[in-house]
């Protein structure tokens, strides 16, 4: 499965770097410029079609009136501590979900899958879980709770000294170099890139449930 990663929106980002912020957190300034915060975290994101699934009351059929459970998850909240060997990330979530016909107590089990992916493409770990959402007799609504949790190697995450020292290395006005971006060194693109990890979380769908998110 191809995944198109889509960031999770603003409020759940600031989240994630605030988790992480305290622990080996690298100010990456310039001494001129923006200054920003790296640390060995992965960042959390839902790959893009993977967010939410939908299934139906009869095979094969896809149509709005065969419709019968529609699930999303929402409400991603990471935490990661990155002060050891291993930097240990783990992220909640809920999942919220609806059914059309309300008549009956109903449980409803839906695989979801969590993946570290290594420099933007590499997979290095995935696991699938599973959550359970109880539907109680009457009720067209229901939520539950699941979590993701990885481990990424610290020396892997975290950028090697001359790389740190180029990028952190103080430019003042008038110096040859002091209106130049460090990450336009290739070598210092090359190892940010390869030192930075997401945890990609989304539900387990089949192809025929990817197709349809995707084409609808």
């Known amino acids: 499965m191809k995944f198109v990663v ?3 929106v603003a409020g759940t980002m600031m989240a994630s770097i605030a988790g992480c912020a305290k622990d080996g957190e690298l100010d990456l300034s310039s001494g001129v410029g923006i200054s920003v915060t790296r640390t060995g975290c992965p960042t959390v994101a839902v790959p893009d079609g993977t967010g939410d699934v939908t299934l139906f009351s009869a095979a094969g059929n896809q149509d709005a009136s065969a419709i019968d459970v529609v699930a999303t998850i929402t409400n991603v909240r990471p935490t990661c501590n990155s002060s050891g060997e291993k930097i240990y990330s783990q992220a909640s979530f809920d999942v919220q979900a609806r059914r059309n016909d309300p008549r009956g107590d109903r449980t409803v089990t839906i695989p979801y899958f969590s993946t ?16 359970t959402l109880q539907f109680a007799d009457g009720q067209s609504k229901a939520s539950a709770s699941a979590q993701a949790a990885s481990y990424v190697d610290g020396n892997s995450a975290r950028l090697p000294a001359e790389i740190v020292q180029k990028i952190t290395k103080k430019r003042k006005p008038g110096d040859p170099d002091a209106a130049l971006d460090p990450m336009t060194d290739p070598e210092v693109r090359a190892a940010v890139v390869r030192s930075s990890f997401e945890m990609l979380i989304g539900f387990q769908l089949t192809e025929e449930q990817l197709r349809y998110n995707v084409t609808r």
């Open 116 to 131: 570290v992916v290594q420099g933007g493409s590499a997979v290095v770990a995935k696991r699938v879980g599973q959550v």
């Open 6 to 8: 889509k960031i999770l």
